[in-house]
């Protein structure tokens, strides 16, 4: 009995060096400029950061956050990008952008309705190779109707970026390597 257990914890820890997990640093830079960005932040980095959990070492993206606030790096060259995370020690870098939200509203006699549309940005860099493996901006108009004359822009958003962060974490569970 001992030996089997002895036996079956040599082979769990031999399957555990197999495969030594790769270290990323995600950064999500909310630029949409919405008296409800924080919420919205909040749901995109649960969101993305169960694509990462238990596949990868998440590392710390606090201390870079300051250089992306504010800043869009949808165009931003690949040097410029990897510049503001220099040093992490990361072997890859998921940067995320959730671009300025439009919004629409449309009314009738009868109906309300309000149309959000907005966009992300997922850049997946390489850094132990120096290379860009995926960039994508998605796109996505959300909307809804009622007939009691409110709906709040802040759902709606919130729906559009469900939607849009469905999009990049397929992209990631694909795109990024193990």
């Given at each position: 009995?001992?030996?089997?257990?002895?036996?079956?914890?040599?082979?769990?820890?031999?399957?555990?060096?197999?495969?030594?997990?790769?270290?990323?640093?995600?950064?999500?830079?909310?630029?949409?400029?919405?008296?409800?960005?924080?919420?919205?932040?909040?749901?995109?980095?649960?969101?993305?950061?169960?694509?990462?959990?238990?596949?990868?070492?998440?590392?710390?993206?606090?201390?870079?956050?300051?250089?992306?606030?504010?800043?869009?790096?949808?165009?931003?060259s690949f040097a410029?990008?990897?510049?503001?995370?220099?040093?992490?020690?990361?072997?890859?870098?998921?940067?995320?952008?959730?671009?300025?939200?439009?919004?629409?509203?449309?009314?009738?006699?009868?109906?309300?309705?309000?149309?959000?549309?907005?966009?992300?940005?997922?850049?997946?860099?390489?850094?132990?190779?120096?290379?860009?493996?995926?960039?994508?901006?998605?796109?996505?108009?959300?909307?809804?109707?009622?007939?009691?004359?409110?709906?709040?822009?802040?759902?709606?958003a919130q729906k559009a970026l469900d939607?849009?962060?469905?999009?990049?974490?397929?992209?990631?569970?694909?795109?990024?390597?193990?």
């Amino acid at each position: 009995m001992i030996f089997v257990f002895f036996t079956a914890a040599c082979e769990a820890e031999a399957a555990k060096s197999l495969r030594q997990k790769s270290s990323v640093l995600l950064v999500f830079n909310n630029i949409a400029g919405t008296r409800y960005d924080e919420k919205l932040t909040q749901i995109a980095l649960e969101k993305l950061q169960k694509k990462i959990e238990g596949i990868y070492l998440e590392i710390d993206a606090e201390p870079y956050g300051e250089n992306f606030k504010e800043k869009s790096f949808e165009k931003a060259s690949f040097a410029e990008l990897t510049a503001q995370v220099d040093g992490c020690g990361a072997d890859y870098f998921v940067y995320t952008e959730l671009q300025p939200i439009t919004k629409e509203t449309h009314f009738n006699f009868i109906y309300f309705d309000k149309n959000v549309e907005t966009g992300l940005v997922l850049r997946i860099v390489d850094l132990k190779n120096d290379k860009e493996l995926y960039n994508k901006k998605y796109l996505i108009k959300a909307e809804d109707s009622t007939d009691y004359f409110f709906i709040g822009s802040g759902s709606v958003a919130q729906k559009a970026l469900d939607a849009i962060l469905f999009r990049a974490g397929e992209a990631i569970s694909v795109k990024l390597p193990l």
